[in-house]
C-alpha cells in the first residue's frame, strides 16, 4: 500500500549512519533519465556512486545499482533481510517502499559511497527518500498531472509536493520549462525555505553543442543533470572529453527502446518499446512515433497506420494518453500485466477497460492476462508494419523478463536507426 510519511523510515534508519551525500531528484517525468546522466557522469570521473530508483525494471535489486553496476542479488537480499529484521524488531510497520529504501542506504553506506543519486518515489515532501540527511544538490523536473488522488487535484497541489525535497542552503536545480503556476509556488517555496533556486534550459555549452542529436526531453533532462553535476563536483562539471563518451554509450531501457522479439514471434522486424505511462511522457511518445514510425514506411502525407500492444495500471485516466498516441486505422491488442514484486498495491487495468477508452475507429483485441498471447497477435496484425508497446513501465518489465528467458545477450541490438540515448 501507499502511505506516505517520514516517521516510519527515520526509525529505521535512526541508527544508521549517512556519510555519502545525495542529489535528490523529483518531478513528474524524466526522473530515472535525470538520475542515470548524473551516475554516467559521476562513474566516468571516477566518483564513488550509488543510485536508487524506483520502480525496479525487470528484478527487485536492479533499483540499486553502485557504480554504475546493479547490486548482487546475494547483496540485496542481505541488508534487506538486516532491514525487515529490524522493522520486525522496533514494530516499525513500514510500508514496501519504505524497507527498499532503507535497503538501498544501508547498501551505500556499506559500500562507502561519495554520493547517491536518489530519485523520489511519490511526489516529494512526505516520501521516504526525504529522509535524507545530506543533500549537496536537489533537482525537480517537469511537472505535470500524475497521482492525483494523492498528491492534489491542481498542478499547484503537485508542485508544492515535488517542492518539499527543498532544503536550506541546499541549491535546487529546475526545469525552467514548467509553467508560471509551478513556478510561482517553487519561488514561494524557496523563499520559505532558505534553498538557492535555479532554473535551467538547454544552452549553447561544449557539452550540448557535442551531443546535437538529443531530442528536446532529453537534452533538457541532460541540461539539469549536467548543472547539478555543475554544483555538486565544479572541478569536473567541464570534462566534456569524458562527459560526452560516457553519455553516447549509456541507455536506458523502456525509454524508446528497439527490442528483438523474434525470439517470442515471428516477427524479424524490431518493436519500440516505452513505459508512456501519462499525457506527458506519452506526449514524447507520440511525438517520435510520427517522426520515426509513421511516416518511415509511407508517402510523405500519408500516415503509417500502428499496431499497439498496451496495458496501464488500475484507476488509471488513459483518456489523454489514447488521444496523444492513437490515429484512425491503428490496431489496439490490450493485456494485463503481471503482479509486480514487491509491490502489490500495483494491479493492471482490466484489458477489457482499456479496450472501452480506445476510440472506435481503431482495430481492438483483448489478450487477457497473455502476453505471450499478445505479441502473436500483434505482430501477425502488423506483419512489417510498426509496432509499439507502450502504457506502462510494469508491461515493459513483463516484456524484458519474457525475453530475457529466450534472447542470447548478442541479440539485444544497439545499432538499430530508432536506438536513442535517453
Known amino acids: 500500500m501507499i502511505e506516505l510519511g517520514l516517521a516510519r523510515i527515520q526509525t529505521l534508519l535512526q541508527r544508521t549512519p549517512q556519510t555519502w551525500k545525495a542529489i535528490h531528484v523529483a518531478g513528474t517525468n524524466g526522473k530515472g533519465s535525470i538520475c542515470a ?19 525496479h525494471l525487470i528484478d527487485r535489486w536492479d ?28 514494530r516499525v510497520g513500514a510500508t514496501e517502499f ?3 529504501t532503507a535497503t538501498a542506504f544501508e547498501i551505500f553506506e556499506a559500500e562507502k559511497v561519495e554520493v547517491g543519486v536518489i530519485e523520489v518515489g511519490l511526489g516529494g515532501r512526505l516520501d521516504a527518500t526525504n ?38 542552503g541546499v541549491p535546487c536545480v529546475v526545469d525552467a520549462s514548467n509553467s508560471e503556476p509551478v513556478r510561482l509556488v517553487f519561488d514561494s517555496h524557496s523563499l520559505q525555505t532558505g534553498a538557492p533556486l535555479k532554473y535551467v534550459s538547454p544552452g549553447p555549452s561544449e557539452l550540448m553543442k557535442s551531443l546535437k542529436s538529443l531530442r528536446p526531453h532529453q537534452a533538457q533532462n541532460l541540461a ?91 484507476g488509471k485516466d488513459l483518456g489523454e494518453i489514447l488521444k496523444l498516441l492513437l490515429r484512425p486505422g491503428d490496431s489496439v491488442v490490450a493485456v494485463e500485466f503481471g503482479p509486480v514484486d514487491g509491490m502489490p498495491w500495483v494491479q493492471p487495468m482490466e484489458s477489457e477497460e482499456i479496450l472501452k477508452q480506445c476510440p472506435v475507429d481503431v482495430t481492438k483485441h ?6 505471450a498471447a499478445a505479441l502473436d497477435w500483434a505482430s501477425k496484425t502488423a506483419d ?26 548478442n541479440s539485444q541490438d544497439s545499432s538499430c536507426p530508432h536506438k536513442e540515448t535517453i
Open 37 to 55: 546522466y548524473l551516475e554516467a557522469m559521476l562513474h566516468a570521473n571516477n566518483i564513488a556512486c550509488g543510485r536508487f530508483t524506483s520502480p
Open 366 to 371: 483483448d489478450a487477457q492476462k497473455d502476453l
Open 131 to 168: 529522509v535524507l540527511k545530506e543533500k549537496a544538490v536537489t533537482i525537480i523536473s517537469k511537472i505535470g498531472f500524475d497521482h492525483q488522488a494523492i498528491l492534489g487535484n491542481t498542478i499547484e497541489d503537485i508542485a508544492l509536493q515535488k517542492a518539499g525535497i527543498m532544503q536550506a
Open 224 to 314: 539539469l543533470a549536467h548543472e547539478a553535476f555543475r554544483l555538486a563536483y565544479p572541478q569536473f562539471a567541464e570534462s566534456v572529453g569524458i562527459l560526452v563518451p560516457a553519455i553516447r554509450n549509456m541507455s536506458w531501457p523502456g525509454r524508446l527502446q528497439m527490442v528483438d522479439i523474434q525470439a517470442l514471434t515471428s516477427r524479424k522486424e524490431k518493436v519500440l518499446l516505452d513505459g508512456a505511462h501519462n499525457p506527458q511522457s506519452a506526449e514524447v511518445l507520440a511525438a517520435y512515433v510520427n517522426e520515426h514510425l509513421r511516416h518511415c514506411a509511407s508517402p510523405a502525407k500519408q500516415q503509417q497506420p500502428l499496431i499497439w500492444v498496451l496495458a496501464a495500471s488500475k
Open 384 to 409: 512489417k508494419s510498426p509496432l509499439v508497446i507502450a502504457g506502462s513501465l510494469y508491461l515493459v518489465s513483463d516484456v524484458l523478463r519474457l525475453l530475457r528467458g529466450h534472447v542470447t545477450s
Open 98 to 100: 519504505e524497507l527498499l
Open 63 to 90: 533499483c540499486i545499482s553502485i557504480n554504475a553496476r546493479a547490486v548482487p542479488e546475494t547483496k540485496f537480499r542481505h541488508f534487506e533481510n538486516l532491514v525487515k529484521k529490524r522493522n520486525e524488531d522496533l
